[in-house]
Nanobody
Framework: QAQLVESGGGLVQAGESLRLSCAAS????????MGWFRQAPGKEREHVAG????????SYLDSVKGRFTISRDNNKNTVYLQMNSLNAEDTAVYYC??????????WGQGTQVTVSS
């Protein structure tokens, strides 16, 4: 059964960094572009970043461009999100899944990122 397990979240101060990881089972991961999504309290889930299968193509939400970097290790079935210069607006539960051009897999539990100002 396909599984997505996110980790790496935490409580940080504004300006600090975090690195999120997403471990995916092969069926969820192999051959697919992947994405990171987030959902803040009272808001809809939004797409934050995406990366194609080879890792050579990426895309970002305008508000995170220049601060976040998505990457993947296909040998480890893992996707990463390096988040720098965090601010309070980045506070949310972060999820990974197949990117928006594919049907999503069942969502994992996500990882909470809280940025204090």
């Amino acid at each position: 059964q396909a599984q997505l397990v996110e980790s790496g979240g935490g409580l940080v101060q504004a300006g600090e960094s975090l690195r999120l990881s997403c471990a995916a089972s092969g069926r969820a991961f192999t051959g697919y572009s992947m994405g990171w999504f987030r959902q803040a309290p009272g808001k809809e889930r939004e797409h934050v970043a995406g990366i194609n299968w080879s890792g050579g193509g990426t895309s970002y939400l305008d508000s995170v461009k220049g601060r976040f970097t998505i990457s993947r290790d296909n040998n480890k079935n893992t996707v990463y999100l390096q988040m720098n210069s965090l601010n309070a607006e980045d506070t949310a539960v972060y999820y990974c899944n197949r990117n928006t051009n594919h049907p999503p897999m069942p969502w994992g539990q996500g990882t909470q990122v809280t940025v204090s100002s």
